[in-house]
């Protein structure tokens, strides 16, 4: 688990990095972790996904928020993820 300090620190480094890049896929990977919750399939993300663009990262307490487009949003919990 991250702490709200590095939580803080990834989301700045998201929000530098991330914002203005583009969508072209989405996907788990073959090795799924067993913390890793979806409530749709990973095709539906995809779908969702693709071609939008990041417009910021922000960290709430210790997870840190994807925004995406005008009204998505996107929660990496403080179990953490990759972004390639």
Known sequence: MIEMPE???IARQMDKTLTGKTFQHFGRGELTH???W??????EYDALLEGKQVTGAKSYGRSILLYVGQAQLILFS???GRIL
Do not use: I, S, V, Y
């Not at 979806?38 to 095709?43: C, D, S, T, V, W």
């Open 7 to 9: 939580a803080m620190t």
């Open 78 to 80: 403080d179990l953490g």
């Open 34 to 36: 067993k913390f890793l």
């Open 38 to 43: 979806l409530n749709k399939p990973a095709e």
